[in-house]
Nanobody
Framework: QLQLVESGGTLVQPGGSLRLTCTASGVSLDNHSVAWFRQAPGKGREGVACVSISGGATDYPDSVRGRFTISRDNAKNAVYLQMTGLKPEDTGTYYC????????????????????WGQGTQVTVSS
């Protein structure tokens, strides 16, 4: 059974940077696409990044494009989300998710595509 654990969330000032880590156990992430989602209080869960099985395809919504970078390290069974230029509206609980049935060189940051989820890590952007 694939288990995902997020880490790295904390309080950071506007304009700051942060790296989140999603660590998998139980099953290799090699054959899964992975995405990061976030959920602010009172709002729905939104995708912020995804990476394909190959690692060659990534995608981001306009709200974070150019500020967030997703990457994967299959040797460490981990996926990372590097966040820069953080804004108060980036505040939320960040979740990673894995898609067991993904295409090799494609990813999508839609919640319905993912069948394994972590418990989340809190990111607060505030002065």
């Amino acid at each position: 059974q694939l288990q995902l654990v997020e880490s790295g969330g904390t309080l950071v000032q506007p304009g700051g940077s942060l790296r989140l880590t999603c660590t998998a156990s139980g099953v290799s992430l090699d054959n899964h696409s992975v995405a990061w989602f976030r959920q602010a209080p009172g709002k729905g869960r939104e995708g912020v990044a995804c990476v394909s099985i190959s690692g060659g395809a990534t995608d981001y919504p306009d709200s974070v494009r150019g500020r967030f970078t997703i990457s994967r390290d299959n040797a460490k069974n981990a996926v990372y989300l590097q966040m820069t230029g953080l804004k108060p509206e980036d505040t939320g609980t960040y979740y990673c998710a894995a898609d067991t049935y993904a295409d090799y060189d494609f990813c999508i940051y839609a919640t319905g595509a993912y069948d394994h989820w972590g418990q989340g890590t809190q990111v607060t952007v505030s002065s």
